[in-house]
């Protein structure tokens, strides 16, 4: 699915760079060599990134 039409991030180009180690909007940005241009997907990329980061937190917890 795209969630940045202005730069044609999809949620795996997302996902890709949070599991690269970014952690938040701007790091994914630079992670693909863009921008945010109108802004539009920064809730899209920001909600991805909340559930990327809680799933690891749980993962984390679980092993330990």
Known sequence: ?????CNALSH???EIAI????????????ARKCTAKCGNCVPG????LRSALQKAQTEQT???
């Open 19 to 30: 599991n690269n180690g970014a952690s938040r909007p701007a790091e994914i940005y630079s």
């Open 45 to 48: 990329i920001v909600c991805l």
């Open 62 to 64: 679980l092993q330990n």
């Open 1 to 5: 699915m795209i969630v940045c039409s």
């Open 12 to 14: 795996q180009d997302i």
